[in-house]
C-alpha cells in the first residue's frame, strides 16, 4: 500500500496562485472577444479565434 503523500504549503499555494492567474486571464481573452464583436462579425471573430458560435454567444450572455 503506497503512503499518502500531501502537498506543502508552498505547492498549494502557488497551485491556487495560478489557477487564479488562469482564471483572470481567461476572463481577460472571454472580455476581449466580445469586445471585438463591436468592431467586426461574429464570423470574422470566430474565423481569427477558432471558437465556436455557440461559445462566443454564451460568453456574451455570460458578460453582458
Not at 500500500?1 to 498549494?12: A, C, G, K, V, W
Not at 467586426?40 to 450572455?61: C, K, N, P
Request: no cysteine; net charge negative.
Amino acid at each position: 500500500m503506497t503512503q499518502r503523500r500531501e502537498l506543502s504549503d508552498e505547492t498549494s499555494q502557488e497551485l491556487v496562485r495560478l489557477r487564479t492567474e488562469r482564471d483572470d486571464a481567461t476572463d481577460a481573452y472571454k472580455r476581449a472577444v466580445i469586445a471585438a464583436l463591436d468592431e467586426g462579425s461574429i464570423r470574422e471573430v470566430m474565423r481569427v479565434t477558432g471558437l465556436a458560435m455557440d461559445t462566443i454567444q454564451r460568453w456574451r450572455r455570460e458578460l453582458t
